[in-house]
């Protein structure tokens, strides 16, 4: 059998293990809304059924990151740099472990959200998975930018993707604030431990946004040139 | 049986031997990408190869031929003993011969061109001596082996750019693709036969002025631009055809672009390739012919060239279809907008080349051009150890091809004199 420079020239594409990758983690985070449901219905069982589905999706997720990675040595040559390639792994990575890292804290403290924040809270999560949704949005485009050799449309097209992405973000703002300020009108009666948390699980559900938003910006990052 | 019936039927079966092993290795590299890109199916790449490779053996090897044969070697200082020019072809027709199926049997990627330029200079070095080697044209040689994969790279580029801007990059890369595949087309056939052409196909009978030689080409183009216009026209855009999904339907476009870049393709890699097998047939051919003499002048016999495209066809039938489909998997990445375009530029380089006689390598031509389109940022992701590797090849094949030729000339000189 004879060798071929052809068949050795082609590496292997990152872009549908970038898009994998990314589905897995939308998939781990929008568990949260059946978590959050759980937490709101005070049903401890489906919480750990949630949450373990939450860990074993993170996982999966994590072992896509890895076997990405190994398949991008440095000797490639891309039509966008390496570095920034991985930055966007990272960050989607980054968000899966958010919603790993929400779950396991509101499972391990048993939590309960007080009447006054429970709805606030459980829109809030759909709104920060929303983000999610519209980060993997703009990955899903990865294939076309590729296909049309980075052309200005998809660029637009990804951009204005991310502006959307930036407009829902905003809108978890707004809602953290809503809800931090019920939670602080009745923090004196509750236990303070447990305000503690409470605070600390409105900061992390927030931040699963930010992180969203930070794939959308890391993306954008990449295609600047 | 006199000897020089013995080196005629030697050389016969040489040649055939080593025009079978570029059916066989080489084709696969120039029709693989047709295949990998799912523009043909197998069987159809062996036919359209097997028929090109024919038609680019016959009508367009005769250049690059006449350089292998006597392009090489100054015959000067055999006039004495010409026999040795004699033992030093069917050497080097051994050499590299030998060579190709070690490295195709330890799966390196070697170049046939490069295997028998080492063959003959290596002979001509140590059984002649340095001033038979034709440095100018050697070196002459060597540079082309740089420039041709830069030439095509660039071309491709330029061809790749060319199709974001008219089709990729549009508001309806589909209908844009319909209107434009057909001028593609068009190029393809013009630049091709054009420059066939231009080189005259005077062993055929067929002379032609500059003019008529545009004229003609202008008509090729045409044709084949109609005949694809035809084919593209079939292909329809369903309703349901999303953002996301209306780029296979362009790709299917490009695929019927593709056909007639394979065509190029095979065509080119046959005026180029069958001179590595038939260039050293041609010279033992001359020297018999003219009763041992050095007949400088001696035209090239069609029947070389029917016998070195017939050993072609002959491997690419028996052994081809399995070296296409490993190479063809392998390439998947190259889609139709992006084949078309590596292969369109290698092919032009390599007719280019074999217009002015110069042998190059079809398969450093087209990695030239695949990496031409990644700089136009079309392929997602290319591994460049493929370029140190050729630097490679060059470093180990030459020398190799060299040195087996060596033995096999002192081997030969032993065995008739």
């Not at chain 1, 009666?189 to 699963?208: C, H, N, S």
């Not at chain 2, 844009?176 to 593609?184: E, I, L, S, W």
């Not at chain 2, 393809?188 to 054009?194: C, N, P």
């Not at chain 2, 066939?196 to 062993?203: D, E, M, P, V, Y």
Request: aromatic share 8%; proline share 3%.
């Amino acid at each position: 059998m004879s060798g071929s420079y052809l068949t050795g020239i082609f590496g292997n594409s990152p872009v549908k293990p970038m898009q994998q990758h990314m589905d897995k983690v939308f998939a781990c985070v929008s568990e949260l809304i059946p978590f959050a449901e759980a937490v709101l219905a005070n049903d401890l069982a489906a919480m750990s059924a949630a949450q373990e589905k939450i860990a074993t999706l993170e996982n999966e997720a994590d072992d896509l990151k890895k076997e990405l990675r190994l398949h991008l040595p440095n000797r490639l040559f891309m039509p966008v740099p390496r570095r920034d390639l991985l930055e966007v792994l990272t960050m989607q990575d980054y968000v899966a472990n958010q919603a790993k890292d929400i779950a396991g804290l509101m499972l391990g403290r048993e939590m309960k959200l007080p009447e006054v924040i429970a709805n606030d809270y459980l829109q809030f999560v759909t709104r920060c998975v929303d983000a999610c949704a519209q980060a993997r949005r703009a990955i899903n485009e990865l294939d076309e930018l590729f296909e049309t050799g980075f052309g200005n449309n998809e660029i637009e097209l990804i951009d204005d993707m991310l502006k959307e992405l930036d407009a829902i973000e905003r809108e978890t703002d707004d809602i953290q604030v809503k809800i931090r300020s019920a939670l602080f009108g009745v923090e004196k009666d509750l236990p303070p431990v447990d305000v503690m948390f409470y605070y600390r699980v409105i900061d992390w559900t927030g931040d699963l946004a930010d992180r969203a938003q930070r794939v959308g910006s890391r993306l954008q990052l990449m295609l600047a040139r | 049986m006199d000897h020089f019936t013995i080196y005629l039927i030697l050389a016969g079966v040489f040649g055939l031997f080593m025009a079978w092993g570029i059916g066989a290795n080489d084709v696969a590299n120039a029709m693989a990408t047709s295949v990998g890109s799912k523009a043909l199916t197998i069987k159809q790449a062996i036919i359209v190869a097997a028929i090109f490779e024919f038609a680019g053996a016959f009508l367009a090897g005769g250049q690059v031929t006449k350089t292998i044969r006597k392009g090489i070697i100054d015959p000067a200082p055999l006039t004495e003993n010409p026999d040795f020019l004699i033992f030093g072809m069917l050497a080097s027709l051994l050499a590299a011969g030998t060579w190709l199926l070690i490295a195709s049997n330890k799966g390196w990627p070697v170049s046939t061109t490069h295997s028998i330029v080492g063959a003959i200079v290596g002979f001509a070095i140590v059984g002649i001596g340095m001033e038979a080697v034709q440095w100018g044209k050697v070196g002459s040689i060597a540079a082309s082996w740089v420039v041709s994969p830069v030439l095509s790279g660039f071309v491709a580029f330029m061809l790749f750019m060319s199709v974001q801007k008219l089709v990729l990059n549009t508001d309806d890369p589909f209908a844009n693709a319909k209107r434009f595949v057909p001028g593609y087309i068009f190029l393809v056939g013009f630049l091709i036969s054009l420059v066939t052409l231009f080189k005259g196909l005077k062993h055929i009978g067929l002379e032609l002025t500059l003019d008529q030689s545009y004229m003609i080409a202008f008509v090729i183009g045409i044709g084949t631009a109609l005949i694809g216009a035809f084919f593209v026209r079939r292909i329809t855009l369903p309703d349901d055809a999303n953002r996301h999904t209306r780029f296979i339907y362009v790709e299917r476009v490009f695929g019927v672009l593709m056909i007639f870049t394979a065509c190029a393709m095979a065509f080119a890699h046959g005026s180029n390739d069958v001179a590595n097998a038939v260039g050293p047939v041609a010279a033992v051919v001359g020297i018999v012919g003219s009763g041992g003499e050095l007949a400088q002048k001696s035209a090239l016999p069609t029947w070389v060239l029917l016998l070195g495209g017939g050993g072609i066809v002959a491997g690419l039938a028996m052994y081809g279809r399995r070296v296409i489909a490993t190479v063809g998997r392998h390439i998947t990445e190259l889609t139709p907008s992006r084949g078309f375009a590596a292969e369109l530029a290698a092919a032009t380089t390599v007719v280019i080349a074999s217009g002015t006689g110069i042998p190059i390598s079809t398969t450093h031509t087209l990695v030239g051009a695949v990496l031409g389109v990644g700089i136009a940022r079309g392929i997602s992701a290319l591994d460049l150890t493929v370029v140190r590797n050729i630097f490679m090849s060059w470093i180990i094949t030459l020398p190799a091809g060299a040195i087996l030729s060596i033995l096999f000339f002192f081997m030969l000189k032993g065995m008739f004199t």
